[in-house]
């Protein structure tokens, strides 16, 4: 089993930044992928990023590439997701998940554990 716990959502303005956290527990990670997913009211569960564990790379939607950096912190056992230029339509609930295997997932099916998430709201 995988722990996943959000952190770091909160209320920000049009251009501001926010960092969210994620710490995982549970298992050895060197063989899973983590990713970010954000839910608005009404929508579907959409995929932001997703970095490898063991080597660190990156993948992003397209919609946030530029904008949003997925990184991870083995040491703390932590995944990060540092949003900058933020902008109302991104205010949503966020969710940490993670998924076996060394590749990336951008489907909400590809990943068997998820956080509880995180509110975003970006004020205009």
């Known amino acids: 089993q995988v722990q996943l716990v959000e952190s770091g959502g909160g209320l920000v303005q049009a251009g501001g930044s926010l960092r969210l956290s994620c710490a995982v527990s549970g298992r050895t990670l060197s063989t899973y992928t983590m990713g970010w997913f954000q839910q608005a009211p009404g929508k579907e569960r959409e995929f932001l990023a997703a970095v490898n564990w063991m080597y660190g790379s990156t993948y992003y939607a397209d919609s946030v590439k530029g904008r949003f950096t997925i990184s991870r912190d083995i040491a703390k056992n932590t995944v990060y997701l540092q949003m900058n230029s933020l902008k109302p339509e991104d205010t949503a609930v966020y969710y940490c998940?993670?998924?076996?295997?060394?590749?990336?997932?951008?489907?909400?099916?590809?990943?068997?554990?998820w956080g509880q998430g995180t509110q975003v709201t970006v004020s205009s």
């Open positions: 998940a993670a998924r076996r295997g060394m590749e990336y997932g951008a489907r909400r099916g590809d990943y068997g554990y």
